[in-house]
């Protein structure tokens, strides 16, 4: 694999075959040096057109532990700000010669685009509404790691999943991992069609015990250019995630960031049913597996070059 673009691309087989390498890399961060060498002498771009917390750190993070050398730009602050287009600052980055772009952008299939203007392996860090791959695979990995299999868990993504990029990457990898998934929001907030993706839709929070996950959404304000809710007091009214709706025994989630009061609740967030902190743990060693499956794996270790380029494996410390 040269590129993660989107979960749509990923098998089943693929998708635990990141998991697995993610589990050893949690056991690697339970060491006391955390860092292995397999990247060492590569470099990992990461350019985000958009902001973030988690996946920004997690992916700059994620490449130091593996031993890349590491450069993160921000649009913001950058000569993306004097005019300069998306190819030309990938072309500048690429001259740095480095082996990953991590490219967030609010244009779906930018992403995709610049695969096109790089020698460089490009992952996919959220491309507008379109997909947030490695979002979907912490997620799973989260789940997997908590009730074993995905298999036939009914999983309720609830909330802003018009302007989402993870309820469409998220209903794609739970799919595949098998298991049954309900979209729930207002109707203007839900998009026309989305059943052909393979889930159930629901206007209304009823039925949601029948969910062993709920899986809560951002309301995306920053995409919202009309009002698509009476107001988000009335929105929180009707769908927010309290501890009044969520059952004991249901496990809850949010990419985050959350907006606190009004998708999910304060008491919600800091319950124990919520896996919020553990999602964002994940993301560590999750982009630990990828930028090692597109890196070191089989089609990513550097080419004509000897045994002793080969990259070291996970065990052997820094
Ligand atoms: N979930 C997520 O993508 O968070 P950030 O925007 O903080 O990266």
Request: proline share 5%.
């Amino acid at each position: 694999m040269k590129h993660l673009l989107s979960i749509e691309q990923l098998s089943r087989e693929e998708i635990e075959g990141i998991l697995d390498r993610a589990e050893s890399f949690a056991e690697v961060g339970r060491r006391d040096i955390k860092k292995v060498p397999t990247l060492r002498g590569r470099t990992v771009v990461s350019l985000f057109y958009e902001s973030s917390t988690r996946t920004s750190s997690s992916f700059d993070l994620a490449a130091k532990r593996l031993s890349a050398d590491v450069v993160s730009v921000k649009a913001a602050g950058s000569s993306v700000e004097k005019g300069e287009s998306l190819k030309d600052t990938v072309a500048t980055l690429s001259a740095y010669d480095p082996a990953a772009i991590v490219i967030r952008h609010p244009y779906a299939g930018a992403a995709q685009m610049v695969a096109g203007w790089t020698a460089a392996s490009v992952i996919n860090a959220g491309d507008g509404k379109h997909e947030h791959p490695s979002q979907a695979l912490l997620d799973v990995y989260t789940l997997r790691r908590k009730l074993g299999s995905l298999e036939g868990v009914r999983i309720w993504i609830v909330g802003d999943v018009l302007h989402s990029r993870v309820a469409r990457s998220n209903l794609i990898a739970f799919n595949r991992m098998g298991a049954e998934v309900t979209v729930c929001g207002p109707p203007t907030l839900i998009p026309r069609g989305i059943e052909e993706l393979g889930c159930d839709v629901a206007y209304g929070l009823e039925g949601i015990e029948e969910a062993e996950v709920v899986y809560a959404l951002r309301m995306q304000k920053e995409r919202m250019s009309e009002s698509f809710v009476p107001s988000l007091r009335e929105y929180a009214a009707s769908f927010q995630i309290d501890s009044r709706r969520l059952q004991p025994r249901q496990l809850l989630m949010h990419p985050g960031p959350v907006n606190r009061g009004v998708e999910l609740s304060g008491e919600a967030i800091d319950s124990p049913q919520s896996l919020i902190t553990e999602q964002v743990a994940a993301g560590l060693v999750v982009r630990m597996a990828i930028l090692y499956e597109l890196l070191a794996g089989a089609e990513g270790a550097p080419s004509g070059e000897g045994e002793s380029s080969r990259p070291t494996p996970i065990g052997t410390p820094a």
